[in-house]
């Protein structure tokens, strides 16, 4: 039984490896700097957005460092943000590869979650070495607390994209309906706030929203005892698990209803 299931996950590994690289591929071709763009889309977006606050002086509004403000908000929010687009309706484009029996709807979502994970931290590690060396921030305080958020936030991140994935197959409304949640939740999500900032009743309002808690802890390890964060990594735990409990259940479903074109 040990070496069927070591046999199993040799094939998943190849099956995703190669779906991997043809999502490469397909989505950044081989011109100009090619797969790089995985790390220099998200790079660019947090550049943009830590210039114009610096342009209009938003640093004047907290002692915490601007730059260092936004690469750790909204690089928290572009983990899971672009996960969640990149899986919606992921299945639909893949359909000739079911015809495969290795391939399963769980792989083309892995395959494309992996690819924003990978770029989403690879983006944010580079902007925190880039800009920590020229001395526009603070190396992070606690660099465990750190990784322990940015963890949590990839893990919401994943059972996210799977929810979203499947439910954008079955109903085409819900997928334009989520580009517009997602604008919503992008200012709700903690990257452009401390919860500390806000009254005690909208604090625990944003509070039951998981992903407030992952960009809470980014920020904590980032900023030690500068700043007073609210975090709950146990509570986002939780959320997680049931989360992945729904979006695992939801993938067994559409592997049984999905049909090769």
């Given at each position: 039984m040990e070496t069927s299931l070591r046999r199993s996950f040799a094939i998943q590994r190849r099956v995703i490896g190669a779906l991997l690289l043809r999502e490469i591929i397909t989505r950044y071709?081989?011109?100009?700097?090619?797969?790089?763009?995985?790390?220099?889309?998200?790079?660019?977006?947090?550049?943009?957005?830590?210039?114009?606050?610096?342009?209009?002086?938003?640093?004047?509004?907290?002692?915490?460092?601007?730059?260092a403000f936004a690469i750790t908000g909204y690089s928290s929010v572009l983990l899971w943000r672009n996960v969640t687009m990149r899986c919606a309706k992921a299945v639909e484009p893949n359909l000739s590869l079911m015809y495969h029996r290795n391939v399963k709807v769980i792989d083309i979502f892995i395959s494309r979650i992996l690819l924003e994970i990978i770029g989403a931290s690879a983006s944010a590690?580079?902007?925190?070495?880039?800009?920590?060396?020229?001395?526009?921030?603070?190396?992070?305080?606690?660099?465990?607390?750190?990784?322990?958020?940015?963890?949590?936030?990839?893990?919401?991140?994943?059972?996210?994209?799977?929810?979203?994935?499947?439910v954008s197959e079955r109903s085409e409304a819900f997928e334009r309906l989520w580009h517009i949640v997602t604008y919503l939740l992008f200012p709700?999500?903690?990257?452009?706030?401390?919860?500390?900032?806000?009254?005690?009743?909208?604090?625990?309002?944003?509070?039951?929203?998981?992903?407030?808690?992952?960009?809470?802890?980014?920020?904590?390890?980032?900023?030690?005892?500068?700043?007073?964060?609210?975090?709950?990594?146990?509570?986002?735990?939780?959320?997680?698990?049931?989360?992945?409990?729904?979006?695992l259940a939801l993938v067994r479903d559409a592997g049984h209803r999905v049909q090769p074109e």
């Open positions: 071709g081989r011109h100009n700097i090619g797969v790089l763009w995985i790390i220099a889309e998200p790079m660019l977006f947090t550049l943009g957005v830590a210039a114009l606050w610096t342009a209009v002086k938003m640093h004047s509004v907290s002692n915490i460092p601007i730059v590690i580079t902007l925190t070495l880039g800009f920590c060396f020229i001395g526009s921030m603070s190396w992070p305080q606690d660099i465990i607390i750190v990784i322990g958020g940015w963890l949590l936030l990839s893990w919401f991140a994943i059972a996210l994209g799977f929810i979203v994935g499947v709700l999500s903690g990257a452009v706030f401390m919860v500390d900032w806000l009254p005690k009743v909208a604090q625990k309002a944003v509070l039951m929203l998981p992903m407030v808690h992952g960009t809470e802890m980014v920020r904590h390890g980032f900023f030690g005892s500068v700043v007073i964060t609210h975090e709950d990594p146990i509570y986002f735990a939780i959320s997680n698990i049931i989360l992945t409990y729904m979006g």
